[in-house]
């Protein structure tokens, strides 16, 4: 069966400091990849998804960027962060044959401080 | 562009009360797919229902129920005799073709519903 592994699961980080989020799944091959971000009390917002190693789009202008080096590991960073860049990051994936569901990671509470 | 619209930010019912969970869509796309997912406190979404654009029956599902209705574009979420453990946030979502094979998912605010005892 497919997992999805995201970490941490807590993050607190001063202003200015650089990120990364790790996110791999198992059990599935050239899955598609998505980060979402989800604000305190918002809905969720669609970052960077990925379709395949070294492709990455992006939705949304920001601080952030994310990088796919493996077939099933996909990486959220930030070069210095910003007090807007808080909030909860999910990581989901999907098959790339279908119009199937997403599955989603535990996510990750990030704040910056 | 593609759209999904929650309108209800936060629902409180009594515990037995039956609640409806709205969801409104946009798309340009003839077929697309409809999801419910649910994120406890824990917030980990958990995915409750897969509906295609094809497919306008409803369906059952124990205490859940969800009413697909393309003449307004709506996907209505029906939980009856509500309880405690049903409180959570609710997201409704449209999937959108990016590329074969590839789609985006575009999800509402969300509805908070709480259950009280």
């Known amino acids: 069966s497919q997992t999805i592994h995201q970490w941490p699961a807590t993050l607190v980080q001063p202003v200015g400091s650089p990120l990364s989020l790790e996110c791999t799944v198992e059990?599935?091959?050239?899955?598609?990849l998505y980060w979402y971000r989800q604000a305190a009390g918002r809905g969720l917002q669609l970052l960077f998804y990925s379709v395949g190693i070294g492709q990455i789009s992006s939705e949304v202008p920001q601080n952030l960027s994310a990088s796919r080096p493996q077939d099933r590991q996909f990486i959220l960073s930030s070069k210095k962060l910003l007090l807007s860049d808080s909030g909860f990051y999910l990581c989901?994936?999907?098959?790339?044959?279908?119009?199937?569901?997403?599955?989603f990671g535990q996510g990750t509470r990030l704040t910056v401080v | 562009a593609q759209k999904v619209t929650q309108a209800q930010t936060e629902i409180s019912v009594v515990e037995k009360e039956d609640v409806t969970l709205d969801c409104v869509y946009e798309t340009r796309d003839t077929t697309y797919y409809l999801f419910w997912y649910k994120q406890p406190p824990s917030g980990e979404l958990v995915f409750l229902i897969r509906?295609?654009?094809?497919?306008?029956q409803n369906e059952i599902s124990g205490r859940y129920s969800w009413n697909f209705q393309k003449s307004t574009s709506s996907f209505n979420f029906t939980i009856t005799a509500s309880q405690v453990v049903d409180s959570a946030v609710y997201f409704c979502?449209?999937?959108?073709?990016?590329?074969?094979?590839?789609?985006?998912?575009?999800f509402g605010t969300g509805t908070r519903l709480k259950v009280l005892a």
């Open positions: 059990g599935t091959s050239n899955p598609n």
């Open positions: 979502a449209l999937s959108e073709a990016v590329t074969s094979g590839t789609y985006k998912y575009i």
């Open positions: 509906r295609n654009s094809f497919d306008e």
């Open positions: 989901a994936w999907s098959p790339r044959v279908g119009n199937t569901e997403a599955f």
